[in-house]
């Protein structure tokens, strides 16, 4: 490859969907099979000779592929730019970083929005139920498809972070090191119960006609919109949204004794809301939503995530954050102590910073820091 | 007044570092329990080639450790160390950190539970010359190493190496090797309590089960 042509794949990535599984079918957690499928991903940087320089970036609930530089569906910039570059801390100039857009999603692969090859129409509620462990496998097969025998390191936030554990567990003679941040190990009641109340507006929307309206003029954007608001609420801490909003008014002086939007937060969750129907598919954020749901690493285990880890050889450094009230500091201590007992080699680290969930796409030098100390150490061999 | 405690970071980290990995075989498999930075971790797995874990309360220590390539978990060690399965190690290390533990009887029996054996050392506040400040000025003493007053310092519980022998004596534990440490640095015979909880700045232990 011509150096220039290296300097851009470096800076501005490449982008691609590549259709995997024709002959192959993929086999899901359900039983069904999926053949073909799609996998859209974008990657940054030049694998190497021996392709041991490979980082896959895996991305939240609602994320997508385009982590660094624009995004072409919404025009704006990528979800980690500040992590992902050269000179970052996730050095394109000496990795080739993977970020795939999961399964079930709606930024090209396969997901209910996209066309059933059986059917030529869009999938709706025909598409399979899949899981986090389906996502990954999904991922597995990109990572063939370039010839990469083992990846250097997973990483991803939040339902990503759950997809780098799966790899560790699933999949664990093909990656070296692994990055779960402001994660968990399993879904909680309380995790379940804010995702429902997601599910259940969408599907109370008439416009969502049992998931086929892909061929109507309307779309379930209501029903979205108020998903996203809920869940919104648990991205940020408390203490944020009062520093942020407190009890402002929006764009008055008083009261109004009526339901509009007279608080700066209830402004602020609208816009949440209606920004996101632009750019998600409701469909997709009741496939994704049931993924994580369905999401517990200690299950196939009898629910001991301690033999989950049992013999593991991956690295792993966790990452949480203290206003996180989503995926708790506790429940990353709970792995911690398990990765402890199984053997494994485990680096865990608390950031202190007040913003909650959603700190881990936020600037923060920390959390910066230690991504960086961690791959860069461990790349010099030791 | 500047008393020489000897766990003085900068300059005495390498009797400590010297004369722990003297005690370390080749290989072992170590629980560096407040590792602060992992610098004993890091010396330890680059001259004896040993499995090495850490635990450390403050960010920046494992911040530190973490880019030094080590495995090191954030937490209060008393906490931490109870959800390590027994004999999960062949050492585990307490550098000066017994004084700032909440319960210092229990932390030497969960060392043992986790490792096979246990080296720890700590300042001695049997040393002549903390005798002395207390005796003559009447106050705890503040020193270089140990900068804050009694009311803000996290080391809680000091004890003398007769202290420590006396207590490891209470819980049955084995004490395979000891010594102290005088202010230059050079190792003492505990042979003579008497003269070793005068003139050594810290006590240096290897213990083992009974």
Redesign the interface.
């Known amino acids: 490859m011509d150096t220039e042509k290296q300097q851009i794949q470096v800076d501005e990535g490449f982008a691609e969907v590549v259709t995997l599984g024709e002959n192959d079918p993929l086999l899901l957690s359900s039983g069904e099979f999926l053949s073909p499928f799609k996998v859209a991903y974008k990657s940054w940087g030049v694998l190497n000779k021996d392709k041991s320089n490979a980082i896959l970036v895996c991305h939240a609930l609602t994320g997508d592929q385009y982590a660094r530089g624009k995004n072409p569906l919404t025009g704006k910039e990528g979800w980690w730019p500040k992590v992902i570059g050269p000179g970052l801390p996730i050095d394109t100039n000496k990795f080739f970083v993977i970020c795939t857009n999961v399964l079930g999603s709606c930024s090209g692969s396969s997901g209910p929005m996209e066309i059933n090859p059986a059917t030529n129409k869009p999938y709706g509620l025909d598409f399979p139920v899949i899981t986090i462990a389906d996502m990954v496998s999904a991922q597995v097969r990109l990572i063939d498809h370039f010839g990469i025998d083992k990846l250097y390191s997973v990483i991803g936030g939040s339902m990503g972070g759950m997809q780098v554990l799966h790899w560790a567990v699933d999949h664990g003679e093909r990656v070296k090191t692994a990055i779960p941040i402001a994660s968990t190990w399993r879904h909680s009641a309380q995790n379940i119960a804010f995702h429902e109340v997601g599910r259940q507006a969408i599907m109370a929307d008439p416009n969502w006609q049992s998931g086929r309206y892909y061929e109507k003029e309307t779309r379930p954007h209501a029903g979205l919109s108020v998903a996203r608001m809920a869940a919104h609420i648990t991205y940020m801490s408390e203490r944020s949204l009062m520093s942020k909003f407190g009890r402002n008014l929006q764009d008055r002086e008083k009261l109004t004794f009526g339901f509009d939007a007279d608080f700066q937060v209830e402004s602020y969750l609208r816009y949440q809301g209606i920004s996101f129907v632009d750019r998600f598919d409701a469909n997709s954020y009741l496939y994704i939503t049931r993924a994580t749901d369905y999401y517990d690493i200690s299950a196939r285990f009898g629910g001991s995530l301690t033999k989950a880890f049992e013999g593991t050889a991956v690295?792993f450094?966790i990452i949480s954050f203290t206003s996180d009230w989503l995926y708790t500091t506790q429940e990353n201590?709970e792995l911690?102590?398990a990765l402890?007992?199984a053997?494994a080699?485990?680096?865990?680290?608390?950031?202190?910073m007040d913003k909650g969930h959603d700190s881990f796409l936020l600037d923060c030098p920390?959390m910066f820091?230690?991504i960086?100390?961690?791959l860069?150490?461990?790349s010099?061999g030791? | 007044m500047d008393i020489d405690h000897n766990n003085h970071r900068e300059s005495d980290i390498r009797i400590d570092l010297l004369l722990i990995a003297n005690m370390i075989p080749e290989g072992a498999r170590v629980l560096d329990v407040g590792c602060g930075d992992g610098e004993l971790l890091d010396y330890l797995?680059k001259e004896k080639k040993v499995d090495a874990?850490g635990i450390e309360l403050s960010?920046e220590g494992?911040?530190e450790?973490?880019?030094?390539?080590?495995?090191?978990?954030?937490?209060n060690a008393e906490e931490?160390i109870k959800?390590?399965?027994d004999d999960?190690f062949d050492y585990v290390i307490l550098s000066q950190t017994l004084q700032a533990m909440d319960r210092p009887d229990k932390i030497l029996e969960e060392l043992l539970r986790v490792g096979k054996r246990a080296v720890v050392s700590f300042p001695n506040f049997g040393y002549w010359r903390v005798r002395l400040h207390l005796m003559l000025k009447g106050k705890m003493p503040v020193t270089k190493s140990l900068d804050r007053p009694w009311y803000r310092t996290p080391n809680i519980h000091f004890c003398t190496i007769r202290d420590f022998v006396d207590l490891c004596g209470e819980l049955n534990i084995k004490i395979e090797k000891g010594m102290a440490v005088d202010s230059s640095g050079s190792k003492m015979s505990i042979k003579y309590m008497m003269l070793a909880n005068l003139f050594g700045t810290q006590g240096l232990y290897v213990l083992a089960r009974n």
């Open positions: 690295r450094c201590r911690v102590r402890n007992a053997g080699q485990v680096s865990f680290v608390e950031i202190d920390e820091n230690i960086e100390g961690f860069a150490a461990d010099e030791t | 797995r874990r960010p494992v911040k450790s973490v880019a030094k390539g080590l495995s090191v978990i954030q937490g931490e959800h390590f399965p999960s």
